[in-house]
């Protein structure tokens, strides 16, 4: 796997200084609705926002152009105070989807690795110049799931969930990508407000408050 965003170029913060974050951002009402429900819910956690270098970062060395919302949002919060360097890693797991995806349906128990560029050296010709969709999490261990921004339409803002395997397999049998993926949630901090449960490397599972979800 490729690292992530640098540690380096990212802001920690507590529960408050996330919601200073939030509120100082321009966001729209609804998004900042969403990554408040996020840090309520996890209130007693540390939490990220990555800033621009580090992001440019990742344009650079995954060669991609990412588009202003998605740097917008993880500048605002991106994530849970999360060591790149750790393994295993923060993991989080969801509730819920926005969409009925592939995994909406399944009864899998699936932690998710939540990182920007999250794939593999041989996936991203595949899943980035062939099908336009640039990771941003995967099922931790697995080559099921990936979550994953749409590169080819900077307005779109939902996360698209895909199969690895399934891309593979399409490749290998000389079969469209098309169609292979599905919306899963309608945007970034949607999908932080999902999150019911976040597992650390030393196997601790912190559950969201209950008020919160």
């Given at each position: 796997m490729r690292n992530g965003t640098p540690s380096e170029g990212s802001?920690?913060?507590d529960y408050r200084d996330a919601l200073s974050w939030i509120n100082a951002s321009s966001l729209g009402d609804?998004?900042?609705?969403?990554?408040?429900?996020?840090?309520e819910a996890f209130s007693t956690l540390r939490f990220t926002r990555d800033s621009s270098s580090a992001i440019s970062h990742c344009e650079q060395r995954d060669?991609?152009?990412l588009p202003q919302w998605f740097r917008q949002v993880r500048q605002t919060l991106s994530f849970t105070m999360a060591n790149q360097a750790q393994f295993p890693p923060v993991l989080a797991r969801f509730g819920g989807y926005d969409f009925d995806c592939n995994m909406a349906d399944s009864d899998a128990i699936a932690w998710y690795q939540i990182?920007?560029?999250?794939?593999?050296?041989d996936d991203r010709?595949?899943?980035?110049?062939?099908?336009?969709?640039?990771?941003?999490a995967t099922w931790f261990g697995t080559n099921e799931s990936?979550?994953?921004?749409?590169?080819?339409?900077?307005?779109d803002r939902r996360i698209h969930e895909f199969s690895g395997t399934d891309f593979w397999d399409n490749f290998f049998n000389g079969e469209s990508l098309e169609g292979t993926s599905e919306p899963a949630?309608?945007?970034y901090a949607r999908m932080l407000s999902h999150?019911?449960?976040?597992?650390?490397?030393?196997?601790?599972?912190?559950?969201a408050s209950r008020s919160a979800i």
């Open positions: 802001t920690e913060g609804e998004e900042k609705q969403s990554l408040r429900r996020f840090a060669r991609v152009h990182k920007v560029g999250v794939m593999g050296e010709d595949l899943f980035v110049d062939s099908a336009g969709l640039y990771p941003i990936y979550l994953a921004i749409n590169l080819r339409d900077p307005e949630f309608s945007s999150i019911t449960a976040v597992k650390f490397p030393d196997g601790r599972e912190v559950q």
